[in-house]
Nanobody
Framework: QVQLVESGGGLVQPGGSLRLSCAAS????????MGWYRQAPGNQRELVAS???????NYADSVRGRFTISRDNAKNTVYLQMNSLKPEDTAVYYC?????????????WGQGTQVTVSS
């Protein structure tokens, strides 16, 4: 069984920074694309950033230049460094990981972590 555990959310003032982490554990053969999504109240869940196995990142236009996604393949962990945070970044942030297990290949989601940007 695979688990994704997220950490790092919280309350921060506009212009501040937070770093999110998402660690995958369990019987995992391979991890492919890792990504972060967010969902604000009343909005659909949207892609924030993703990163390939080889480390190539992809960003939503709204966060490009402020957020940085990275991964540590040895630790099965993906990170999201968020700088210059704005109130409109407030949302629940979810990690999503595509991976292969003995039972096949699936997408797994983390439990979500709240990020609130407010003065």
């Amino acid at each position: 069984q695979v688990q994704l555990v997220e950490s790092g959310g919280g309350l921060v003032q506009p212009g501040g920074s937070l770093r999110l982490s998402c660690a995958a554990s369990g019987t995992i053969f391979s991890i492919y694309v890792m990504g972060w999504y967010r969902q604000a109240p009343g909005n659909q869940r949207e892609l924030v950033a993703s990163i390939t196995t080889g480390g190539r990142p992809n960003y939503a236009d709204s966060v490009r230049g402020r957020f940085t996604i990275s991964r540590d393949n040895a630790k099965n962990t993906v990170y999201l460094q968020m700088n210059s945070l704005k109130p409109e970044d407030t949302a629940v942030y979810y990690c999503k990981v595509a991976l292969a297990t003995p039972g096949g290949g699936y997408d797994y989601w983390g439990q979500g972590t709240q990020v609130t940007v407010s003065s």
